[in-house]
């Protein structure tokens, strides 16, 4: 798991001076002894060894042996070079072409590219598959976005293949700041906001699209805040405040057993709210999903999230950099504990595709129109990746039995005795052996055949159409 990633979370988004002061008085000889040390085999290591360090390399080694020896991934030293790409990163900042990409095949599509950026300028469109950059050729999305990001300024030659033929174009990189909040409706009153990060405008964004989905008239919402590895405390309170009237986001523990509430008030919203979360849903996300769960503002629908409950400090250095050291340890309202625990969902959803039918379903939506193609999964207009929803093998296709629950609305099971897979709603039960054509069994997870869910459930409509299912359920019960 990338460290970065679910350490961002922050005390606060303001520089602290540090100070650093000599001690009153005589220092105990314990510690005179140990600081002489420390100094004397610095020396005999640049003197004597094979390697002739330097101190630059040495200092550097005795910060990151003080950090190791605490046992803790969250507290680190941020060079300057690597402060100034933390600060991007919680800002979700990055310097490149502005796409997004999948991969299918050892193919790399785009499915997205981001509005006035270089990629759109440049002409390239969803659908494009990335063959080569800059000369070398790619086959996964982690080879492309390597060769993609650099500085900005700098020039990437991209070719693609586009409805058959090559074609070739010339991007400049640029700083792009991705959104942080996004939505739409789903359809049935159901609004969908997805939440990646908690940036310094995160919340502002958040309340636009929220107002723009109430204008719209809305029954219930969706807060997707799956893979969302946290950001600024305050934006967190900002954003708990449209779900909870008065209360807290979390008790703050200090070292010394002192708890500082972090307060919330704010405006409830009169329909029912779902949250996405999942494993890669850690730190101010965490505060956030237990904080309303708490209250009772929320229903969590996914996977257990990660379970970073304490935060960090951002001390910056005088001789350059920054110190990001843990100093709390947050609870929920409830004084549930967080770190190395995690949330757990009201309602477990595996599968990204499905864990947003279940949240849809949860929501009170009851029409699905949903399309799958190339590995992706578009749901009432929201898209993901997950490659196993729907599959074809050897010319029949498939509907990961997971995703088919939480599109009907059913439960699915297994009997050991019996050896069947087993999917049930409303009394009334589809039960395949494990042996059974109609069956289809991969990496341990069962699928059923579209032609048998659609007998079973006959308000399933669906048609293929070379790569793309479309499915569509009206009116579902469960």
């Known amino acids: 798991m990338n460290r970065r990633l679910f350490a961002r979370l922050a005390a606060w988004p303001l520089a602290l001076a540090l100070l650093v002061a000599g001690m009153a008085g005589a220092a105990p000889a314990a510690i005179a002894e140990s600081a002489e040390q420390v100094e004397e085999i610095r020396g005999l290591l640049e003197r004597y060894h094979l390697s002739r360090p330097d101190g630059e390399e040495l200092n550097r080694a005795a910060i990151e042996g003080m950090i190791y020896a605490l046992g803790d991934p969250y507290t680190e030293y941020l060079p300057p070079e690597e402060w100034e790409a933390y600060q991007r990163d919680l800002e979700q900042e990055i310097v490149g072409i502005g796409v997004y990409m999948t991969n299918h095949n050892q193919s790399v599509y785009i499915t997205d590219v981001i509005p006035d950026s270089p990629a759109e300028r440049a002409g390239i469109q969803p659908g494009d598959v990335i063959v080569e950059v800059d000369g070398t050729s790619v086959k996964t999305t982690d080879e492309a976005r390597n060769l993609l990001l650099g500085k900005a300024g700098t020039t990437a030659n991209v070719v693609l293949i586009r409805d058959g033929r090559k074609i070739s174009v010339r991007v400049t990189r640029q700083l792009i700041r991705l959104a942080s909040v996004s939505g739409q409706p789903m359809g049935d009153g159901v609004g969908y906001l997805a939440l990646t990060g908690f940036t310094s405008d995160s919340p502002e964004r958040f309340a636009e699209r929220l107002e723009q989905l109430e204008k719209g008239g809305l029954k219930a919402l969706i807060v997707d805040i799956r893979n969302n590895g946290g950001g600024y405390i305050e934006a967190a309170q900002k954003i708990a ?37 999942n494993e890669a849903t850690a730190s101010a996300a965490e505060l956030l999903a237990g904080a309303l769960q708490d209250y009772g503002a929320a229903r969590l629908v996914g996977r257990n999230t990660y379970g970073k409950g304490v935060t960090q400090l951002l001390v910056p250095l005088s001789f350059g950099g920054v110190l990001k050291v843990t100093t709390q340890e947050y609870l929920t309202p409830n004084n549930r504990k967080v770190e190395g625990v995690g949330l757990a969902p009201d309602i477990v959803v595996q599968g990204p595709a499905a864990q947003l039918a279940a949240a849809f379903r949860a929501a009170g939506g009851k029409t699905l129109q949903i399309t799958y193609v190339l590995g992706n999964v578009t749901i009432n207009g929201v898209r993901m990746r997950q490659p196993n929803a729907v599959y074809n093998q050897n010319g029949v296709w498939y509907v990961n039995g997971h995703f088919a629950a939480a599109m009907l609305g059913a439960e699915l099971g297994y009997d050991a005795d019996a050896r069947t897979v087993n999917m049930t709603r409303d009394g009334k ?15 341990g997870l069962s699928a059923f055949d579209i032609r048998t869910l659609a007998e079973w459930a006959p308000e399933l409509r669906w048609n293929v159409d070379g790569d793309t299912v479309k499915l569509t359920l009206t009116a579902a019960t469960g």
């Not at 009237?245 to 979390?250: D, S």
């Not at 200090?254 to 708890?259: L, P, Q």
């Not at 039960?429 to 990496?443: A, G």
């Open 241 to 277: 405040s449209h779900f909870i009237r008065n209360g807290v986001l979390a008790h703050m523990i200090n070292r010394d057993d002192v708890d500082t509430p972090l307060s919330v008030s704010g405006t409830p919203r009169p329909y029912p709210v779902v949250l996405l979360v």
């Open 429 to 443: 039960t589809l039960s395949l052996r494990i042996d059974d054509h109609r069956l289809h069994i991969q990496n």
